[in-house]
């Protein structure tokens, strides 16, 4: 017996030691030897002392797993508390042979209560993780609602864009530390989740391609206002070019961003021919300035002899003095803008020596004019001339529609007595107005008259040149 016994207890080591079975075959097999082992203790009954001692053995070690089976409904960790009653189940089937017969069925149910109170417990455990996993599900779902959102809003400008791409990546990480979600709905929120994240990419990736593109727009445009400020910066026509140059800074503020590789070297060549220019610009002016301040103070010293000279009485010979300090004016240049007054009281003089050689108004107006004219061809400013030329045509239109209109007013005096007062006003201002008019003519005539004599003489010049 002692030797059947140990080789007993030798097959129930290599029973235990021989590894797991499928899942499907399980039962079976632990029924089968089960019942082997069963028939074995039924064999025993030749020595009823070995075999009482093996059911004791088997009896506390039974009550040792329902006493820690029924401690797990205590333990906090439910789910490591589940896989430890499945490790228990496995002791109590594998490795613990049968008890006496009496006390086979008090101490499975005793076993199997602490098994249902642990699956009851684990019930409960399931549906919390199963709210907690819809909780999990509601959240994703308003992270994928989110990242939606901003890829059908992209931003229209790098640094929105940036700002976008941050919040995007923030969402994904929501997304990612928002725990599992029922597992029928994991696939679907995933693929929602990947696809609102590519429809996001795909939209920044196409910012960005035309962004590159207007970039390299930008970057031909300001080239060709580069090209253009170089070959005007060392230009000396200050009028013409200044202006020039500053619609060039205006439209190079217009452009927008150019590749980053190419911004700092191709604003730098711009910036270095603008300053080229106009630290040339301000040079001339500060030479030309002396200049001006220099003539001020002529013009200064020529007024002051000029309230002392008084008329002789010869029509013809004050008119050729009043002309000789006109001239001598004229040749005394600008002044600085903050002192141009003193051409306004120069003029006042004139006017006023004028009007004592018994020059009348029209007169004075047209000699006057002739000494602007006559600065302007000095200058030899083409848009100045044309300018001129502009405005006393449209005084001309406009004396025209005036006369025009006061010469229909006649018709509501067409049976009105000379002496009307009313007639009397509107006869006055047609007078007025024809004089005005004739004036503005002979303005135009003199303009005329001194714009063929430039042309004329600029002719002379080219065929000087040609020779």
């Known amino acids: 017996i002692n030797t059947t016994y140990k080789n007993f207890k030798e097959l129930q080591e290599r029973w235990r030691h021989a590894g797991s079975v499928p899942r499907n075959n399980y039962n079976d097999v632990w029924r089968t030897y089960h019942h082997h082992v069963e ?4 064999f025993l009954h030749l020595n009823r002392e070995l075999r009482d001692l093996d059911f004791k053995h088997n009896l506390e070690e039974k009550e040792k797993l329902i006493a820690q089976a029924e401690a797990l409904a205590e333990d906090a960790d439910v789910s490591k508390a589940f896989r430890k009653l499945q490790t228990l189940h496995k002791i109590w089937k594998e490795d613990i042979g049968p008890v006496a017969k009496e006390h086979r069925e008090p101490i499975w149910e005793r076993f199997s209560a602490a098994t249902k109170a642990m699956h009851l417990r684990r019930q409960e455990f399931l549906k919390d993780v199963e709210k907690h996993y819809e909780k999990n599900l509601e959240n994703k779902k308003e992270i994928i609602t989110k990242i939606q959102e901003i890829s059908s809003h992209v931003a229209t400008n790098h640094r929105g864009l940036q700002e976008q791409i ?6 994904r990480e929501a997304f990612f530390k928002s725990g599992k979600v029922p597992q029928k709905k994991s696939d ?3 693929g929602n989740f990947k696809e609102v994240v590519r429809t996001f990419n795909r939209n920044k990736n196409a910012f960005y391609k035309n962004l590159k593109k207007l970039q390299q727009e930008n970057l031909e445009k300001k080239r060709a206002l580069l090209a253009k400020a170089e070959s005007l910066k060392d230009s000396e026509d200050w009028e013409t070019t200044t202006p020039i140059m500053k619609e060039i800074q205006r439209d190079w503020k217009k452009i927008g961003h150019v ?3 190419f911004s700092d070297k191709i604003w730098e060549e711009f910036k270095k021919a603008c300053n080229h220019y106009f630290d040339r610009l301000h040079e001339s002016k500060n030479a030309s ?3 001006e301040h220099e003539n001020y103070e002529k013009k200064v010293a020529v007024l002051k002899r000029l309230k002392d000279y008084t008329l002789s009485g010869d029509k013809k010979k004050d008119l050729e003095g ?4 006109v ?4 040749g005394l240049g600008r002044v600085p803008f903050a002192k141009k007054n003193i051409n306004s009281k120069f003029n006042k ?3 006023a020596l004028y009007k004592k050689s018994g020059v009348s108004i029209q007169e004075t107006e047209l000699l006057k004019y002739g000494n602007k004219i006559q600065q302007l061809a000095h200058a030899d400013n083409e848009y100045a001339i044309a300018h001129e030329r502009t405005f006393i045509r449209r005084k001309i239109q406009e004396a025209n529609s005036e006369l025009r209109q006061l010469e229909n007013n006649m018709e509501f005096f067409s049976n009105t007595s000379g002496d009307n007062p009313l007639l009397k006003e509107v006869m006055q201002n047609i007078d007025r107005h024809k004089k005005a008019l004739a004036t503005w003519k002979a303005k135009l005539k003199k303009l005329n008259i001194m714009e063929h004599q430039l042309k004329k003489e600029g002719d002379v010049e080219n065929s000087s040149e040609e020779e």
């Not at 941050?166 to 969402?171: G, P």
């Not at 001239?327 to 004229?330: H, P, V």
């Open 289 to 291: 300035l002396k200049v």
């Open 327 to 330: 001239e001598e004016w004229k």
């Open 259 to 261: 590749p980053r590789k």
């Open 188 to 190: 679907e929120v995933w």
């Open 349 to 351: 003089i004139i006017e």
């Open 166 to 171: 941050k919040k995007v990546e923030a969402l």
């Open 39 to 42: 028939i074995f203790y039924d």
């Open 322 to 325: 009043i002309a000789a300090w």
